[in-house]
């Protein structure tokens, strides 16, 4: 069972985008932080502690793609999941995405129940661990 404890960072260059994503997830119980680039994005994860992190291709994909890479690098965040959005036309950044360590990826234009389902995906995993190790103590 998902809880309003599910933290959501977004971390997106496009206002509208951002906007749109920021209010689906806030409509359907979760906590949402946002941000326009992958530093402040850095910054938010010491602080608000993201159990997912939805990163933007859109605009700079190297910078998603490296901004990925750092959150699956550091031991305190390697844990927290990464989706990325992007669109058809950035083949090779899907492949370097999974290969920074993306957990999914998504296409835009966003489909919500697609996007949705997939962060309620993610997110059950994250669950089940910290389940698991508050009962290990």
């Given at each position: 069972?998902?809880?309003?404890?599910?933290?959501i960072?977004?971390?997106a260059?496009?206002?509208?985008?951002?906007?749109?994503?920021e209010?689906?997830?806030h409509d359907?119980?979760?906590?949402?932080?946002?941000?326009?680039d992958c530093?402040?994005?850095?910054?938010?994860?010491?602080?608000?502690k993201?159990?997912?992190?939805?990163l933007?291709?859109?605009?700079?994909?190297?910078?998603?793609?490296?901004?990925?890479?750092?959150i699956?690098?550091?031991?305190?965040t390697?844990?927290t999941?990464?989706?990325m959005?992007?669109?058809?036309?950035?083949?090779?950044?899907?492949?370097?995405a999974?290969n920074?360590?993306?957990?999914?990826?998504?296409?835009?234009p966003?489909?919500?129940?697609q996007l949705?389902?997939?962060v309620r995906e993610?997110l059950?995993f994250?669950?089940?661990?910290?389940?698991?190790?508050?009962?290990?103590?």
């Open positions: 069972k998902m809880t309003d404890q599910d933290r960072l977004v971390a260059a496009d206002e509208s985008s951002r906007r749109e994503i209010l689906l997830l359907n119980g979760f906590g949402v932080e946002t941000t326009g530093d402040a994005a850095l910054r938010t994860l010491e602080t608000f993201p159990h997912l992190v939805i933007d291709l859109a605009g700079s994909p190297d910078a998603a793609i490296e901004c990925c890479r750092k699956k690098n550091q031991r305190e390697q844990e999941k990464v989706l959005l992007g669109d058809h036309e950035e083949r090779r950044s899907i492949s370097e999974f920074a360590g993306s957990d999914d990826y998504i296409y835009a966003i489909d919500e129940l949705l389902t997939m993610l059950q994250t669950y089940l661990r910290r389940l698991l190790q508050s009962r290990a103590g």
